[in-house]
């Protein structure tokens, strides 16, 4: 069975208070980061989730909800992103935000769009297909401050493999809302 448009509006929703929950974790990091270039990375990107954002609200209202609709994930992914956005440490910051979270974004976007059918929910695909490519770019990007400044590299690969392993056990991002009730007329 495909994916209902009810179902679509949330997931697009969750997909959304994601992006504004990332952009925002880049803006309260960027005056936190001593790093010019990290400062400098962060405060770049915190615009591409900021459109992504806006893409994914606009999308809401073909699907039946509000206009940029917001749906926070379930409570087990909400803790991933907070534990990341509590990371004090620079090179933390960096490859938990590109190496973890995105890298998990990419996998569930992928999931997604290899579920939904492309013709029916073909403005999704293509705001999708656009947040994949900004993620490659984003990294590209995130590759070059690494080459600029080596003392950034992570020296705790067991930390990223941890993060990344809690967002893994989260089958789930989105808490889907229950099923309107109907009124049996008779």
Same mark, same amino acid.
């Given at each position: /069975?495909?994916?209902?448009? @009810?179902?679509?509006?949330?997931?697009?929703?969750?997909? @959304?208070?994601?992006?504004?929950? !990332? /952009?925002?974790?880049?803006?309260?990091?960027?005056?936190?980061?001593?790093?010019?270039?990290?400062?400098?990375?962060?405060?770049?990107?915190?615009?591409?989730?900021?459109?992504?954002?806006?893409?994914?609200?606009?999308?809401?209202?073909? !699907?039946?909800?509000?206009?940029?609709?917001?749906?926070?994930?379930?409570?087990?992914?909400?803790?991933? !992103?907070?534990?990341?956005?509590?990371?004090?440490?620079?090179?933390? @910051?960096?490859?938990?935000?590109?190496?973890? !979270?995105?890298?998990?974004?990419?996998?569930?976007? @992928?999931?997604?769009?290899?579920?939904?059918?492309?013709?029916?929910?073909?403005?999704?695909?293509?705001?999708?297909?656009?947040?994949?490519?900004?993620?490659?770019?984003?990294?590209?990007?995130?590759?070059?401050?690494?080459?600029?400044?080596?003392?950034?590299?992570?020296?705790?690969?067991?930390?990223?493999?941890?993060?990344?392993?809690?967002?893994?056990?989260?089958?789930? /991002?989105?808490?889907?809302?229950?099923?309107?009730?109907?009124?049996?007329?008779?």
């Amino acid at each position: /069975m495909g994916i209902s448009v @009810r179902e679509r509006a949330d997931i697009i929703g969750t997909y @959304r208070h994601v992006a504004v929950t !990332l /952009m925002e974790t880049l803006a309260r990091w960027v005056p936190t980061t001593p790093e010019l270039e990290v400062k400098t990375l962060f405060g770049r990107h915190i615009w591409d989730f900021a459109q992504h954002a806006d893409a994914l609200g606009r999308r809401a209202p073909d !699907l039946r909800a509000a206009l940029h609709f917001d749906l926070p994930p379930t409570d087990a992914y909400r803790r991933v !992103l907070e534990q990341l956005a509590a990371t004090r440490e620079t090179n933390r @910051r960096v490859v938990g935000f590109y190496d973890a !979270l995105i890298v998990d974004l990419e996998s569930r976007y @992928r999931d997604y769009l290899s579920r939904t059918d492309p013709l029916l929910d073909e403005p999704t695909v293509r705001i999708l297909e656009r947040i994949l490519h900004d993620y490659t770019r984003l990294k590209s990007d995130r590759d070059a401050v690494q080459a600029e400044r080596p003392d950034l590299a992570l020296r705790d690969a067991d930390w990223l493999q941890q993060l990344r392993g809690v967002a893994a056990r989260v089958p789930e /991002m989105t808490a889907f809302r229950p099923a309107p009730q109907t009124v049996d007329a008779g």
